[in-house]
């Protein structure tokens, strides 16, 4: 007899997997961002033909994370349906249906990708919350219509979010297992996370974020906080030092996941950047300040990708040193820069996917970049839902605080692993860069985190005088969230 937990995890699955099918079945053009999001698909594409993230250009082996391409290519030698040559595949203007089919292909992998996310969150809610309470939240997650979108993106994001959530629990399992196999689930859970790190580089500082876990979990117990600590750091070396090792046969140098970390910290140090999280603020860096360091070190005024990329190494020593000498002469500029983009992370939301998405509906309407420019009205359509959506992120925001408050108030260690987690993205975005893309990875924490709130005001009941009836300040809240939330999904993607 499957229990109660499984068969709403099940309904959770189908549910979210059905919001996910429809969604992608409506997106007609969004999978490219309007040129901003090939980059990866076309070195999955090279993965699964070459063995190489590209068969010419040795820099690109090393300019980006290896994690999202890997998964396209692992996608479509399960799927099996790509012609035997890649001339056939990348011939333009011909087996235009070939490609359609790899695309669909990666976006029914990335909704499977969401509708499990959604059934790991579920389990990872219910160990601290009311079934109920994890139901709700969980299915509003895996039907958030931001996250629908982004299944239909050939981007990193939904797989990033699933490995992330995944980890979350497999760390948070392991702390209260008390088993003889506690030494394996910890370096297995390490495992995860450098999986986790090989997508987006940003949580190689998460071993600095573990510590005070294992020091909040175990206490006193010296010998079980390092050994534990240990085998978690173990866990991610044995995913993350292959390819540590794979950078420094082909550049002589450690590079533990990617080669970005030079231009990443530049752009927080260049100029003062206000919070504008629907445009693209690093078109605002680079074609005044960026372009002069690339042409200084390729000697060309125009840009190329595989003019960058095989120059990538010299650029980010290039752009290293620009960022030392900018921190030297204005370090205020990257103060600035660190707490905007601290705010932007914690408080907004890039709700202009929305638009795009309800914009493209229109078969004679095509993504124009420039409508992500800093200062471009985005009048390109009007949706009263994209605003509604940022409102319904902001609650979720309000209760996400509160439930880390409470959290903190009550000593709980149930949110304690997705908590400093979320602390790690914070932090390192913050340090580095942020912008229009990377607000994705902070909505499964805002569902974890109001969780702990609307369990904890679950446990009382207020009387309504007219009905002389009590009900519970939980019900009201996931209420208000079912209304809001299925509204959403119902008038973005179902309508």
């Given at each position: ?16 997997l ?7 079945f ?60 890649a001339?056939?595949f ?9 490609r ?23 389990l990872?809610?219910?160990n ?7 139901a ?15 299944a ?16 979350v ?21 390490g495992?995860?996370w ?6 987006r ?14 020091w909040?979990?175990?206490?006193r117990?010296w ?13 991610m ?13 082909l550049?002589?140098?450690i590079i533990?996941?990617?080669a ?18 629907n445009h ?23 840009y ?9 190494l ?10 030392v000498k ?32 309800q914009a493209?509906q229109?078969p ?20 009263s839902?994209?605003?509604?959506f ?16 409470l ?7 149930s ?15 913050a ?9 994705y990875i ?12 609307i369990?904890t ?12 009836r ?23 993607i179902?309508v």
């Amino acid at each position: 007899m499957i229990s109660l937990k499984w068969r709403i995890a099940l309904i959770i699955f189908v549910f979210v997997l059905a919001c996910s099918g429809l969604s992608i079945f409506k997106n007609r053009q969004l999978n490219f961002m309007g040129g901003m999001a090939e980059e990866y698909f076309g070195m999955g594409i090279n993965l699964y033909y070459y063995g190489k993230l590209s068969p010419t250009l040795t820099g690109a082996r090393v300019f980006r994370p290896p994690g999202y391409p890997v998964f396209i290519a692992s996608i479509l030698r399960i799927w099996g349906g790509m012609p035997e040559e890649a001339e056939t595949f990348f011939k333009p203007g011909v087996f235009q249906h070939e490609r359609q089919a790899a695309y669909r292909a990666v976006w029914l992998a990335q909704s499977l990708l969401l509708s499990l996310t959604a059934v790991i969150l579920f389990l990872l809610l219910s160990n601290y919350i009311r079934l109920s309470n994890a139901a709700v939240l969980a299915t509003l997650f895996g039907c958030n219509p931001y996250l629908l979108i982004l299944a239909g993106l050939l981007h990193y994001d939904i797989f990033h979010i699933f490995l992330t959530v995944v980890s979350v629990y497999s760390l948070s399992s392991v702390l209260d297992s008390r088993s003889k196999e506690a030494h394996i689930k910890m370096v297995v859970s390490g495992a995860f996370w450098g999986f986790t790190t090989l997508i987006r580089p940003v949580t190689l500082i998460l071993p600095l974020f573990a510590l005070p876990v294992f020091w909040i979990q175990f206490g006193r117990s010296w010998p079980l906080l390092l050994r534990s600590f240990i085998l978690f750091i173990l866990g991610m070396s044995l995913v993350i030092i292959p390819n540590t090792y794979h950078n420094y046969t082909l550049t002589g140098r450690i590079i533990p996941v990617n080669a970005q970390s030079g231009i990443s910290v530049w752009g927080a140090t260049v100029k003062k950047l206000s919070r504008d999280p629907n445009h693209y603020r690093w078109w605002e860096l680079w074609y005044p300040e960026g372009m002069q360091i690339y042409r200084k070190v390729t000697g060309s005024g125009q840009y190329s990708y595989s003019r960058y990329v095989n120059n990538i190494l010299e650029l980010e020593d290039e752009f290293r040193s620009a960022a030392v000498k900018n921190l030297r002469r204005k370090p205020y500029v990257y103060v600035n820069n660190f707490l905007v983009d601290f705010l932007t992370f914690n408080l907004d939301i890039n709700s202009v996917y929305i638009k795009l998405f309800q914009a493209i509906q229109n078969p004679d309407v095509n993504i124009d970049k420039k409508w992500l420019k800093v200062g471009d009205p985005q009048d390109f359509y009007s949706s009263s839902q994209a605003n509604a959506f940022k409102y319904y992120i902001y609650l979720l925001t309000v209760f996400g605080f509160l439930g880390i408050c409470l959290a903190l108030k009550q000593k709980g260690k149930s949110i304690l692993v997705a908590g400093l987690v979320y602390l790690c993205f914070c932090l390192a975005h913050a340090l580095t860069y942020m912008d229009l893309m990377y607000y994705y990875i902070k909505v499964p924490f805002l569902y974890i985190f109001s969780g702990y709130f609307i369990n904890t005001v679950d446990r009382d009941m207020i009387r309504i005088p007219l009905v002389d009836r009590q009900i519970s300040p939980a019900a009201i809240l996931n209420g208000v969230m079912i209304v809001f939330g299925i509204w959403l999904t119902i008038a973005i993607i179902l309508v």
